[in-house]
């Protein structure tokens, strides 16, 4: 699903350059669940943003889902995200004034579903995350996991191949964190692939295998038994 | 781009910002009233100006006689000069290409009386063509015409103000006047732009005074009138080929400057249409001024909307919204918003300008009006300007990266 070879990249502070990924080489089956875990500074935001295709790779390759990201202008990217992926921010990142139901809805307005096709699939996925009964609230109206939650289906409505979680349980206590890993794992059982960056060793464990980064260079690579997190509800 | 779909979206936005909508909308309202109302007042004053300076005909020129300052061919110094009826028709046979009218003036103070009313007025006796050169206009009945001055009718156009006076309520048309002791028949009542006084005369055949003062031919004052087409230059000529000619006729030495006086309207015109001049300039100036204070005060709203934009475009890149789809959503609604309030602006405007109407006629603003036109341009600069300031900061927000977005708290 994602393959990266050889990945550099490097910011410029001023004079100075940093180089942040130092050569990545890194694959991705359909169906994984990946953690990405690492001090700050390892690079792990920096990787998840690149295959994110938030940010740009200055060399190397980067293929996702057999099609190769390269010569990424703009719109181009703004194309393949809507397409290819699903994020997932530790601020949850939901537009305050639209209710749950918009925000959910919104990646299809993108993709130009009709407004009506729209409202039903977001108030699915809306379902799915058990928020149905939240539909018409404003992100203010909603507790953190909550907000979470929302985020989760937005991220799903668009049925990309690829979900990316930016430390999804930074911004949550242990239980709500408990519950949104539940929540992704039950997605991941479905089948879809999912990258998330975490600093905390019991959320990692949650996942299928961990990805350790130090100063920008893959330090461990390795499958673990998946902790269910159901276990902890 | 135009799908109902996108306006829906747009339309959202709108109703869940009131206070960025209030806003951008209230600066160009606000601009607009305010430029409508400053430029509708301009043109009040130059109206009331126009209406001070130019109430007689422009193309006049009045001739006084003087006397004289320098001894000439055997006559001594100080002596009167008087005009006579031959004047005229001199006049008139010799300056036919420059000639458009002509007309005699005598003026004189007397008691007028109707019934146990009596007054004292000024009257004046002149020729038809009088009427041209005073605009005089008339309310009822009719102005003196050629064969009253022919026939030497005691005929009398009197003043709104004369038959204000005089007959209270009743209708002057067909009554005798006593004028000094003569009896004058009532045929015609004029109103005139320029003041009561002027409304406060009586005109009469000069025929007719000439014969009920001893059947004399002198004459106060010539007002002619030059053929338009002539122009300003045109018109200096003629006032030097016509003093010229008086002097000779009237026996006064050529350098002699007070044996005659010709008064150019058209030497008055010259520093009212420069001095009016000034005034327009002053009017556009504030005009432009308002504009691109409006400008700026919509730019800067723009670069405020979208700072606070920031992350929520950050957010929308991430789902999938290309540049493109970036920058006509915020265009779409700057472009909006500005038209309705650019719309109200204009309407609020006119109307502002509607009601004072002649209210400020005290402070010299008369029937102050915007011609639709610069309204509309104006409207539309500042619909413009709005557009274009959303559209710099818009392309900006757009070109960021969405992780460079999403960071900005």
């Known amino acids: 699903m994602i393959a990266i070879k050889d990945l550099h990249k490097s910011y410029k502070m001023g004079s100075n350059v940093l180089h942040v990924l130092k050569g990545i080489n890194f694959n991705v089956e359909e169906g994984e669940m990946v953690a990405i875990m690492g001090s700050s500074g390892s690079g792990k935001s920096t990787l998840l943003n690149i295959v994110g295709m938030l940010d740009l790779l200055d060399t190397g390759s980067y293929t996702l889902d057999g099609v190769p990201i390269v010569n990424l202008n703009e719109t181009k990217a703004a194309k393949y995200r809507n397409k290819f992926l699903g994020f997932i921010f530790q601020s949850f990142n939901l537009i305050n004034y639209k209710t749950a139901l918009e925000n959910v809805a919104l990646p299809l307005y993108y993709q130009r579903v009709p407004k009506k096709e729209r409202d039903e699939k977001a108030l699915q996925y809306l379902t ?69 960056v975490t600093h905390e060793e019991d959320i990692a464990n949650m996942c299928k295998r961990i990805v350790q980064l130090k100063d920008g260079i893959i330090i461990e690579d390795k499958k673990v038994n998946q902790v269910r997190a159901s276990e902890y509800v | 781009m135009f799908s109902s779909d996108n306006w829906q979206e747009i339309f959202q936005t709108i109703k869940k910002n009131k206070l960025r909508t209030f806003l951008s909308g209230f600066t160009i309202t606000l601009g607009l009233l305010i430029f409508i109302t400053l430029l509708g007042l301009g043109n009040g ?75 004292s007025y000024s009257y004046v006796g002149v020729s038809p063509a009088h009427q041209i050169s005073e605009k005089t206009i008339m309310m009822k009945g009719r102005y003196l015409n050629d064969l009253d001055v022919k026939e030497k009718t005691k005929y009398a156009v009197i003043g709104r103000l004369v038959e204000k006076d005089l007959f209270k309520d009743r209708n002057a048309l067909g009554e005798h006047v006593i004028i000094n002791n003569t009896a004058y028949k009532v045929i015609g009542v004029f ?86 001049g000034v005034l327009t300039l002053i009017v556009t100036f504030v005009g432009i001024g308002t504009l691109i204070a409006g400008v700026i005060g919509i730019s800067n709203i723009m670069v405020f ?66 011609d639709l036109g610069t309204a509309i341009t104006a409207t539309i600069i500042l619909i413009l300007f709005g557009a274009l300031a959303g559209y710099v900061p818009a392309k900006r927000a757009a070109k960021i990266q969405p992780i460079v977005a999403l960071r900005d708290e």
């Open chain 2, 191 to 276: 109103q005139d732009e320029g003041g009561d006084n002027e409304e406060r005369r009586i005109y009469i055949p000069y025929t007719t005074l000439q014969l009920i003062e001893k059947n004399t031919d002198d004459i106060n004052q010539i007002v002619l009138a030059y053929k338009p087409e002539l122009g300003y230059a045109g018109a200096m000529i003629f006032e030097e080929k016509l003093t010229k000619f008086l002097k000779e006729k009237h026996e006064i030495a050529p350098d002699d400057q007070s044996g005659v006086f010709i008064r150019n309207i058209a030497d008055n015109m010259n520093d009212n249409q420069q001095l009016s």
């Open chain 2, 45 to 119: 004053l130059k109206n009331s100006f126009n209406q001070f300076f130019m109430d007689d005909a422009t193309n006049t020129m009045f001739i006084f006689p003087g006397r004289t300052s320098m001894p000439y061919k055997g006559y001594n110094v100080n002596r009167t000069i008087q005009f006579k009826n031959d004047d005229l028709t001199d006049i008139q046979k010799n300056f036919p290409f420059y000639l458009e009218y002509i007309t005699p003036r005598i003026f004189r103070n007397g008691t007028v009386t109707f019934n146990n009313e009596s007054n």
């Open chain 1, 128 to 196: 799915k995350v058990g928020l149905a009964n939240w539909a018409t609230h404003l992100p203010s109206e909603l507790s953190g996991g909550q907000k979470q939650r929302v985020a989760i289906a937005r991220a799903l409505a668009a049925q990309p191949k690829v979900l990316l979680a930016d430390e999804p349980t930074g911004a949550l206590d242990s239980t709500t964190s408990y519950e949104v890993m539940q929540l992704l794992q039950e997605i991941n059982d479905e089948g879809k692939t999912l990258l998330v």
């Open chain 2, 305 to 370: 909307v979208i700072k606070e934009r920031t992350k929520e475009i950050g957010v929308r890149k991430a789902l999938g919204a290309t540049p493109f789809s970036i920058i006509t959503m915020i265009l779409q609604e700057s472009i909006f918003i500005t038209l309705i309030a650019g719309y109200v602006g204009l309407f609020l405007g006119i109307f502002v300008l509607k009601m004072i109407g002649d209210k400020l006629e005290d402070y010299f603003i008369l029937n102050p009006y915007i």
